[in-house]
């Protein structure tokens, strides 16, 4: 029978150096949280128990984390990761074994923490390490002369000697529940900074003779914490170069891994271009033959292949079908459908519409609230007036119709199949099918006038 798993993410520490009002775990990185990040990490490994131990912030993190799987408990005065862990411990199996991770460090790979696990039981003790070039500020790892580790001491407690020690502790370990619940029992804080320290539990666990395994990450960023607005857009810079490799390692042209943000999840088929400065939020699914000119935005976005969105076009919430082109400087709202063959040119705003396949709108329009049919041209400055200032109505316009330049279509309007309505028209009423309609004042020429000058 496996070993039921308990993970812990500590999560109650201020983050004073980040200088914000936002306890430090709830800041994002790829638009997901850092405890977010690092609670889809511990999902993964299917524990029997999670528990998230908060503290600065008060209920802050429990009313922005979602999660009916999670246990909360409460760290209300910060005395080290010894004493934050004690608070989890009415909140994990005692038969199990207990994972530490922490709410700040959001890019340890599931792979890593899965060979760690395998390197613990019932009866022994696994921690993280990673060897660094430059280990200031980290807790060393100190071993005897047969190789053993033998104890973990902190960079302001260690001598000259420990101090040249390049192999670290990263704070993620796995122990015996049981065992680990009266070691923290025995903690002291008597040290440089009165707190209680989780690493001391690595001492005595081997002075009861437990063994004390190490496991490593393959990556040092696994491992890396945020304690500051810089580390975490170094972070960020980090998740994003390795979105972009696996982007590119499906096939998928990324023109400048640098400069590439993914803020959810993108999927890519074949052939696919993406352009530099391109932000990608939520779920976005791109076809195959697409190309993303730069600068632009998708979010909740599904496009279908070979569709050319051009640079700095926003879209949200909304469906692209396939040999569409788009932009540049467009933006497509919420609620909106293109059907095949679509252009949507500059300065073209579209919201909650549907547009048929074949249909154009190219220059300096704004489509709302309407229904428009296939093979529909629609001509510069076209506006679907949708709004009274309560209500908003819906413009339908049919197949094969032509919208002359400079129309306002006033809702709730319809405009028959391959009607034609003249350029500078305001039209209140349905248009009949194949009919011409226009709306315009008589055009007159005053004879004689003059513009008025200024007065000496």
């Known amino acids: 029978m496996p070993i039921p798993l308990n993970i812990v993410i500590l999560a109650a520490g201020k983050g004073t150096r980040m200088h914000s009002d936002l306890p430090k775990v709830l800041h994002c990185l790829a638009g997901r949280t850092l405890l977010d990040h690092v609670l889809a990490t511990a999902r993964a490994l299917k524990p029997a128990k999670l528990c998230v131990v908060y503290g600065c912030g008060g209920d802050a993190l429990p009313k922005a984390i979602q999660g009916d799987d999670i246990a909360w408990a409460l760290q209300a005065r910060q005395l080290g990761t010894g004493h934050a862990l004690q608070q989890a411990l009415p909140h994990v199996d ?9 709410g700040d460090v959001p890019l340890t790979r599931q792979d890593t923490l899965q060979r760690l696990l395998a390197q613990a039981g019932s009866d022994s003790m696994a921690v993280l390490t990673v060897t660094l070039s ?5 807790g060393r790892i100190v071993r005897d002369t047969d190789g053993r580790v033998t104890r973990i001491v902190e960079q302001k407690d260690a001598s000259d000697a420990e101090k040249k020690i390049n192999e670290v502790n990263t704070g993620i370990i796995v122990a015996p529940t049981e065992k680990l619940a009266r070691w923290l029992a025995q903690l002291s804080n008597d040290n440089a900074q009165g707190e209680y320290y989780l690493t001391d539990t690595l001492a005595m666990a081997v002075a009861e003779g437990v063994p004390v395994a190490t496991s490593h990450p393959h990556h040092e960023w696994e491992v890396l914490g945020v304690n500051s607005k810089l580390q975490l857009a170094e972070l960020e810079r980090v998740y994003q170069r390795n979105y972009a490799e696996k982007l590119a390692g499906l ?14 999840e993108l999927v890519c088929g074949r052939d696919v271009i993406i352009d530099v400065n391109c932000v990608f939020e939520g779920k976005v699914a791109l076809g195959d033959h697409i190309r993303i000119g730069a600068n632009c935005v998708l979010k909740n976005v599904n496009v279908a292949q070979g569709t050319q969105i051009q640079p700095f076009s926003h879209i949200e919430e909304a469906r692209i079908g396939a040999n569409c082109r788009i932009g540049p400087f467009a933006r497509i709202r919420p609620g909106t459908a293109l059907a095949s063959d679509t252009h949507i040119g500059n300065f073209v705003e579209i919201k909650n519409s549907q547009i048929g396949s074949g249909s154009k709108v190219n220059h300096l329009s704004y489509v709302g609230d309407a229904t428009v049919g296939s093979k529909v041209n629609i001509g510069a400055g076209t506006i679907t007036c949708n709004y009274d200032g309560v209500n908003k109505y819906r413009t339908v316009i049919e197949d094969d119709v032509f919208i002359g330049s400079d129309t306002q279509l006033v809702a709730p309007v319809t405009v028959g199949r391959g009607a034609t309505i003249g350029a500078g028209s305001t039209i209140t009423r349905d248009a009949p099918a194949g009919e011409l309609t226009i709306s315009r004042v008589k055009q007159l020429t005053i004879t004689g006038w003059r513009r008025p000058t200024k007065k000496k």
């Open 134 to 138: 430059d280990p200031t500020g980290y």
């Open 251 to 264: 096939g998928a042209t990324i023109m400048d891994p640098a400069r590439l943000d993914v803020r959810g």
């Open 94 to 102: 005692p038969k199990g074994v207990t994972l530490v991770l922490y």
